[in-house]
Structure formats: structure tokens, C-alpha cells
């Protein structure tokens, strides 16, 4: 990155012309209450807080309790596993909506209005008591087991978040793929391109632009909302720390943790997400955002020599 | 002479708009065949025909004595599968108004995209090419940028690269300098004046009569989806013989 140094001159002086207005600023006393009643509302809810009967020193003593690390992991682990499903599941379902056979147009719209349609939490109970309509799973040759061997918490949890995920991501992926300008595709084409190359080089890396930003979104929904497979026997933070939180006498308190660890994830997975966005800007806008280093490294430079900065 | 495209009949219609009504010609090889028309005369429709990104409803189409777009056997037509489609599309060069680069890709890797993906080329083959094209467009320094870094001028030029890529038998120009500032016009022309004299065979949708007329083999006038007048674009467009066709220059020249 260059910076312009020459184009500002080193004068102080303000341009000769017409003499520049001196007014009295209207004064916005409506600003000056409304600041001063949000930082009284503020203030007291923290005292509240403050002088509550909390145990402050439970949180520290927890904050990484090998339960917590192991919840917190879990979590990860499920927020991931889940949206690589819903991900793959969206993508598919996507393309199968916008193809031009009715068959699997039709079956990706019903499938998202169902999966869309129910809530989450039904559609995990649905998942955690199939072994009362199940004995056991036989797939042919390739795998057979007791129903509740196969169906564990973990599974539930996955095929339950995952597949609800599918069908919010699909919609993503499909305004994602829409927004492709048709010339793109005709353009491949006339290059000789089949449909899936197309696709797969032309289509949906434009359509990534779009899809990354609600995409965000959606992962750290997910991150959130896998503390609701504490109902379908999955331990995770949230279970882990209320747990923790029953035995110690310390509910209230671990609930902070708990919200402190959920915090610092999905404040992390917004960085990630900062940088994919900025990947798949490539060529369309002229200079990329610089990324924080770059601006900390442009302001100590800037720093360094103060002449250029004034 | 052998011919490169012979339409017979070439109706269109998208619902009940009809758009090409009975389009006879011949473009032969080396030929630079220039299509002139108002607009909505069906001259870009026309063109996306010849390489099937429009479906003929009537009448016949043959590039290079190939039906375009069905097999013939006997009485019977059989439509063409879409990979047989996009075999025959190789050999067809194609530069759109909108130019239609690939915005995630730089300049180069636009040029490289088609003999690396379709025609399965390696990719410092493919590199080396697509430099060798650039320079040909005079954008060798450009190599780099993306797009958007890139004037329409230029960006029409690695459109043209792009196409050349393939090595195509035929290139079809679909109004290639309507969407460029007039100053810019002038380098894409040169850049298709020099593909002309190397003895590609061309068909240019065009408004630009001063390129039809001192590049141009041979130029039709369109008109409501029929040719009103053909021949030499000199002899036509200083003299034409129709009444539309006079009423239409008059207005462009």
C-alpha cells in the first residue's frame, strides 16, 4: 500500500477567499438529557448488580474448570459438525430448487417449509425419541445396530441441528446464486463450459460474496443455539455449567460464565468471518478493506512521522 | 469458397413475440459478415442462435455443415445433449455487449479459464498462451488486474482474448463497442480489424458503419426479424435500395 505524502502541502495557512462563517451552534438540549438518563438507567442497573447477591469469585474460580473447557469444546465441535451439514445440505438443496427438473424443485421447496416451519426444539425431541417408531436401523449390507446404539445423543444433535440448518442455508445459497449475473453463465457457456463447471468456477465463487456475510450470521446462531441440546441428553457448556452451578450453589454465577465463554467464541468467529469476506472480495471492489494489523500498522507509521498526519 | 454458417428459414420466437422470421444467409470462411439493424430487429438474436444460447423454433442452422444444436438421422431430429452442446461450443468464439468477464478472476486467469477447464490444457501451457493473447490485445501489462481494475476498452479486449483462447473456427461479436466510451471504441476496433486480416472468420453485430465499411466482407440490414437488404457494405451503405434501409442510415450516419 502507498501512501500519498506529497499531495498535502505543508502550509497552515487557510485558503485566502471569502471570509469564512462564525455563528453560535444551535444547542441540542434534548441531547445533553436523553445522554445523561440512559447513563442514570446504566448506572443503576450495574449498582443493582453490584450490591446483588452475587458471588463475583465463583466466576474466576470456574472459568476454566475442565468441565467448562470439555462443555465449551463440545459446543465447538457441534457448531461446526452442524454447519458443514447445513452448509453441504444448503448448497444441494439450492441447486436442486432452482434446477429445471420439477421432482427435485419440488421436493427442496417442501423441505425447507418443513424444516423451516418447526421449531428447532420439536424437531430435536422428534429426532432424540425416534426409538419408539424404531427398533433397530438396517441398511442392507452396509450397516445394521440396535436403534439406540445408533441413534446417540450426539447424532441427535447433529442430524437435528443440521438438517434445520439446511433449509435456512439454502435460501442463503439460493439469493446467493441468483444474484449471479446471467451473462456470467452465458459467457461460460459460450466458453464451452458444462453446467457444473460453471458452477463451480464461475457461479458460485460470485456467489460467495453474498453467501459469507448471512452465512456469518448463521454460524454464530448456531454456536448459540446448540445450548438446546442440553434437552435431548447432549452435555455441552450451557448443561455442563448448570451442572456445575446445581452442586456448587453457584447458579446464577455460572450463567455469566457460560454467557463470558459464548461471547468469546463468537466474538472469534467474527474475525474469521471478516477475513472470508475480504477473500471472496477479490476483484470486486478496487482496493480491499485493509485487514486490523494492516490499520495498526498504518497508524504507527502514520505515528512515526507526525508531519504527514496533522 | 467453404461456407462457416448457413442459416435456412430461422425463425424465433420468445412466447408470442416473434423475433427471427424466416433468416436466410450464407457466411463463408475468412468472411467478415457484418449484421446491422434498429434495435429489437432480432440481429443479437440472430447471432445467440449460431452458438445455441437461443433455441431455433423453425428452420435450419448449420455452422461448418453441422446442424446447430439436434442431430439429423433420416426425418427424424434428435436434440443434442448438453455436452455435445458444449463440444461444439469450443470452436465458437464469443464477445459479448457487457463484455462478461469473469469479475473473481485477473485478467490472465480469464484467458486461461477455458483451455484449463474444458479443453483440460496444464496450466503453464495455458499461462503461457493466455500471456502471448494479452500482448496480442496490447494489455500485456495488465495481466494482473482484475475487472474492475480495467476500463471497458480494455475489459472488451481480454474479452476477445478470452474467446481467442479456444482457438475458435468462428467469432461472434454481439455489439462489442455499444456499452464503451466513444474514446475507447477505437482500440477494440483495432484489435478486430487486426483478428480480421488474420483470417478469422467474423460476425459482427455492429453500429459502428465506419468499421462495417472499411472491414466488413459482406453486411446485412435486418429489420423485424427479416434481412431487407444484403451485399457488399459498401454498395450498401452508399447506396441502399430500400426505403427502410435509406430511412435507417440516414439516421446513423
Known amino acids: ?310 | 469458397m467453404n461456407v462457416m454458417v448457413k442459416a435456412e428459414g430461422v425463425h424465433k420466437s420468445f412466447g408470442h413475440v416473434e423475433v427471427l422470421k424466416g433468416i436466410d444467409l450464407e457466411v463463408e470462411q475468412g468472411e467478415v459478415f457484418c449484421l446491422i439493424g434498429p434495435s429489437g430487429s432480432g440481429k443479437s438474436t440472430f447471432l445467440r442462435c449460431i452458438n445455441h444460447l437461443e433455441k431455433v423454433n423453425a428452420g435450419r442452422l448449420y455452422v461448418d455443415g453441422e446442424l446447430v444444436g439436434y442431430r439429423q438421422k433420416g426425418d427424424k431430429l434428435y436434440e443434442l445433449k448438453d455436452s455435445e452442446v458444449a463440444l461444439k461450443r469450443r470452436d465458437i468464439g464469443m464477445v459479448f455487449q457487457r463484455f462478461n468477464l469473469f469479475p473473481h478472476m485477473t485478467a490472465l486467469e480469464n484467458v486461461m479459464e477455458a483451455p484449463v477447464q474444458v479443453k483440460g490444457e496444464s496450466k503453464a501451457e495455458a499461462r503461457e498462451r493466455a500471456g502471448r493473447l494479452l500482448d496480442r490485445v496490447g494489455l500485456a501489462d495488465k495481466a494482473g488486474n482484475y475487472p474492475s481494475q480495467l476500463s471497458g476498452g480494455q475489459q472488451q479486449r481480454v474479452a476477445i482474448a478470452r474467446a481467442l483462447a479456444m482457438e475458435p473456427k468462428l467469432m461472434l461479436f454481439d455489439e462489442p463497442t455499444s456499452a464503451l466510451d466513444p474514446e475507447l471504441v477505437g482500440d477494440v476496433l483495432d484489435v478486430m480489424r487486426d483478428l480480421a486480416e488474420s483470417g478469422m472468420t467474423m460476425i459482427v453485430v455492429t453500429h459502428e458503419m465506419g468499421f462495417a465499411r472499411e472491414v466488413g466482407d459482406s453486411l446485412v440490414f435486418m429489420d423485424e426479424g427479416v434481412v431487407v437488404e444484403s451485399g457488399n457494405p459498401r454498395d450498401v451503405l452508399n447506396d441502399p435500395q430500400h426505403e427502410r434501409t435509406k430511412s435507417f442510415l440516414s439516421k446513423v450516419l
Open chain 1, 1 to 310: 500500500m502507498t501512501v500519498d505524502i506529497d499531495k498535502q502541502g505543508p502550509e497552515d495557512v487557510p485558503p485566502a477567499g471569502p471570509e469564512a462563517i462564525k455563528a453560535v451552534p444551535v444547542r441540542h438540549y434534548g441531547r445533553y438529557l436523553s445522554a445523561l438518563v440512559a447513563i442514570a438507567v446504566l448506572t443503576a442497573i450495574v449498582l443493582a448488580f453490584a450490591r446483588g447477591n452475587i458471588n463475583w469469585g465463583a466466576i474466576p474460580d470456574y472459568f476454566f474448570d475442565a468441565r467448562i473447557v470439555d462443555g465449551a469444546k463440545e459446543t465447538l465441535l457441534l457448531t461446526v459438525l452442524s454447519m458443514a451439514i447445513g452448509v453441504g445440505g444448503g448448497v444441494l438443496l439450492a441447486v436442486m430448487r432452482l434446477s429445471k427438473n420439477p421432482v427435485t424443485s419440488s421436493i427442496a421447496w417442501f423441505y425447507i417449509w418443513f424444516f423451516r416451519g418447526t421449531p428447532v426444539l420439536v424437531q430435536l425431541f422428534v429426532w432424540f425419541n425416534l426409538g419408539f417408531v424404531f427398533d433397530y436401523i438396517n441398511l442392507g449390507p452396509v450397516y445394521k445396530d440396535e436403534w439406540s446404539d445408533f441413534m446417540t445423543p450426539f447424532l441427535t444433535a447433529l442430524l437435528g441441528l443440521g438438517l434445520n440448518e439446511a433449509a435456512y442455508m439454502s435460501e442463503i445459497c439460493r439469493a446467493g446464486l441468483l444474484a449471479v449475473d446471467e451473462g456470467q453463465t452465458e459467457a461460460a457457456h459460450a466458453l464451452g463450459m458444462s453446467h457444473s463447471k460453471t458452477l463451480r468456477r464461475v457461479v458460485l465463487p460470485q456467489a460467495m460474496r453474498v453467501i459469507v456475510p448471512p452465512t456469518g450470521n448463521e454460524v454464530i446462531n448456531m454456536l448459540k443455539t446448540t445450548s438446546l441440546v442440553a434437552a435431548v441428553q447432549y452435555y455441552e457448556l450451557l448443561r455442563n455449567a448448570q451442572d456445575i452451578g446445581q452442586s456448587s450453589g453457584a447458579t446464577v454465577e455460572v450463567l455469566f460464565l457460560a454467557a463470558a465463554w459464548y461471547l468469546i467464541m463468537t466474538s472469534i468467529l467474527s474475525v474469521g468471518q471478516f477475513y472470508l469476506e475480504r477473500y471472496y472480495a477479490r476483484g470486486s471492489s478496487r482496493q480491499l478493506p485493509p485487514t486490523p494489523w494492516q490499520k495498526v500498522k498504518a497508524n504507527m507509521l502514520s505515528l512515526r512521522r507526525p508531519e504527514v498526519t496533522r
